[in-house]
């Protein structure tokens, strides 16, 4: 170890983890050990809501070329998106269900 | 040396313990069975975590005649599959090393108050856990060896400094109080060979009792028999040391 090189954003949004569907809350964005990739050190971003436990979590492990690749593609689709006029507001949470 | 014909018995199981603050965490203990005295063992885990490549090791520490005690450094982060735990302290930049240091303690008090141990404890630790036994061999009287495995951010730059990890470890050298194994690796990136040699040079500087072993062809976790950085010559060589280096500090001839 270690680099403890992390960065945590607050997002919204939707993950699909091993409990089924889960709200979003955090981003961490870290370059340090990852648990799977045959690397020693990988992009990895763990996408969670830690209110719901250790276990709300959607786990991606890259390499730094892959990792920069997917940002590009991110920002170009999005400047797609915004050019096409479908950029929406963040949806609103069902005040009932709470998803 | 093991003969077939002697007997051999192992207990391995969950318990607690007060670690930092008289906190109450769990942790892994394994010791051989019998009168003893046994030496003891505290194994600092790494940052993928309380994994089960940390049970394996207590258990083989107390086949190798000790008793060996893996506190959950990660205690306080809630409960959940290892990764997923240490996921959540990755992305929390690490756990504080004040915490860390206590927990460690907390392992060597509770081995030091047994019956069966004779007295005489070491710690070692792989990764960021070579860096948490470095750590508390420096900052807790009582250890009577450390092994540092690769322990990386052992010399820090004033900017990696956060107030979890407020202090190079090598700043406290000349506290050490225990001889020092080191296992390093030729193309580690952290620590490179560059680091290791200025921890080497601060336990010149203080006079401190220590060995060094830099692998060639070996990178970090060259014992992890599970990732793709295993080598195997290296780490069996390295076991070899790591036990014999015991032998000598903690279980000496009568």
């Known amino acids: 170890m270690c680099t403890m090189i992390v960065q945590q954003v607050e997002i919204e949004g939707s993950g699909k983890g091993v409990g089924g569907w889960f709200n979003l809350q955090q981003a961490n964005v870290s370059y340090d050990h990852p648990f799977n990739l045959p690397l020693e050190h990988a992009l990895n971003i763990d996408f969670v809501n830690q209110a719901q436990g250790t276990g709300a979590r959607v786990a991606v492990e890259l390499d730094a070329a892959s990792a920069r690749a997917l940002v590009e593609a991110i920002l170009a689709v999005l400047r797609r998106a915004e050019a096409g006029g479908y950029l929406e507001s963040p949806a609103q949470v069902n005040p009932v269900t709470g998803s | 040396m093991y003969q077939t014909n002697m007997y051999e018995g192992m207990l391995a199981e969950t318990i607690t313990l007060q670690g930092y603050n008289g906190e109450i965490i769990n942790a ?8 003893g005295p046994f030496p003891g063992m505290v194994l600092a885990h790494h ?12 258990r083989k520490f107390a086949h190798h005649g000790y008793a060996t005690i893996s506190p959950n450094l990660y205690f306080r982060e809630g409960h ?5 735990v240490a996921a959540k302290v990755r992305g929390a930049g690490g756990i504080s090393d004040d ?19 004779n007295g005489r404890v ?8 070579g860096r948490h036994a470095f750590l508390a061999a420096c900052r807790v009287k009582g250890f009577a060896a450390v092994v540092d495995c690769w322990g990386g ?9 956060t107030s979890k990890q407020p202090v190079a470890p090598v700043d406290y050298t000349q506290d050490l109080s225990c001889p020092l194994l080191g296992l390093f690796g030729e193309e580690d990136q952290s620590p490179t060979p560059a680091q290791v040699a200025q921890l080497e040079e601060a336990l010149k500087k203080h006079g401190k009792s220590y060995e060094f072993h830099m692998y060639p062809k070996a990178g970090h976790g060259f014992f992890y028999y599970h990732r793709p950085v295993y080598r195997q010559e290296q780490a069996v060589d390295g076991w070899a040391k790591l036990f014999a280096f015991l032998e000598k500090h903690l279980n000496p001839p009568k």
Do not use: N
């Open chain 2, 122 to 129: 070491g710690v070692f630790g792989t990764c960021s856990g």
């Open chain 2, 153 to 161: 951010r052992v010399t820090m730059e004033k900017e990696e400094l």
């Open chain 2, 47 to 58: 940052l993928p975590g309380w994994d089960e490549w940390y049970r394996e090791a207590t």
């Open chain 2, 80 to 84: 959940g599959t290892p990764e997923d």
């Open chain 2, 28 to 35: 892994y203990f394994a010791r051989p069975l019998g009168p």
């Open chain 2, 99 to 117: 915490q860390a240091v206590g927990d460690i303690q907390g392992a060597l008090q509770v081995l030091l108050s047994l019956p069966y141990v």
